[in-house]
């Protein structure tokens, strides 16, 4: 398995410009999540999705920040507009069903933002 | 609400000795306990897990952890430390019957010196 795939990996982009962050989640997990790592606040998690449909996203930390996930091998996380205070690492996660709520999540590599 | 303590923010330990990273943790309820490792510029690498069973939970890459309730702690440990294991540890907890997503620890540099 090629575990979690996000894209980009780097993005570099002004202030007040779209950003969109990709991920595919391994196959056959029914969860999704979208974390954000700074040096300041750790690792938040933002969003996640349970069979395509968003279920938490008391974490997304303003009305610029939205997340879909159309199928169950595509999610985007998108920023409009950006602000320099978004630089962070945005690692994506799946897992499988969470019958026991012990289920592991695996991250992908992370998307580097910096806005500049 | 639940939250995560790693009260190290380094450990520095010579090669060849035992290693160990602290975690405290608060839930309400049952405490799924998880350990995960990141290097320079890479994701997060699963490392072991505590769900439910066995208080000493075997892992990845040598590294084993204890889960002590009456102390509310899940401690990372390994015999016999590499310069390899050098790297970022996270700690993160979930609570049974709880939401789904993980609440991290602020993370623990582990250096190992040769």
């Known amino acids: 398995d090629a575990g979690v795939i996000q894209s980009p990996r780097h993005e570099v982009t002004e202030m007040g410009q779209e950003v969109t962050l990709r991920c595919k989640p391994i196959?056959?997990?029914?969860?999704l999540f979208w974390y954000r790592q700074t040096m300041m606040r750790g690792l938040e998690l933002l969003i996640y999705f349970n069979n395509n449909v968003p279920i938490d996203d008391s974490g997304m930390p303003e009305d610029r920040f939205s997340a879909k996930m159309p199928n169950a091998s595509f999610s985007t996380l998108k920023i409009q507009p950006s602000e320099p205070r978004d630089s962070a690492v945005y690692f994506c996660a799946s897992s499988p069903r969470q019958g026991a709520r012990g289920e592991t999540q695996y991250f992908g590599p992370g998307t580097r933002l910096l806005v500049l | 609400a639940q939250s995560v303590a790693q009260p190290e923010d380094q450990v520095n330990v010579a090669e060849g000795n035992p290693l160990t990273v602290k975690c405290t943790y608060s839930v309400s309820g049952n405490p799924y306990l998880f350990w995960y490792v990141q290097y320079p510029n890479r994701g997060l690498q699963f490392l072991l897990k505590?769900?439910?069973?066995?208080?000493l939970v075997k892992g990845s890459y040598g590294f084993e952890a204890e889960f002590n309730k009456s102390q509310t702690s899940f401690h990372l440990k390994k015999p016999s430390a590499l310069v390899s294991d050098s790297a970022l540890y996270f700690c993160a907890v979930r609570e049974g019957g709880g939401a789904d997503g993980l609440t991290f620890g602020k993370g623990t540099h582990l250096i190992i010196q040769p």
């Open positions: 196959s056959g997990h029914d969860y």
């Open positions: 505590y769900i439910t069973g066995d208080n």
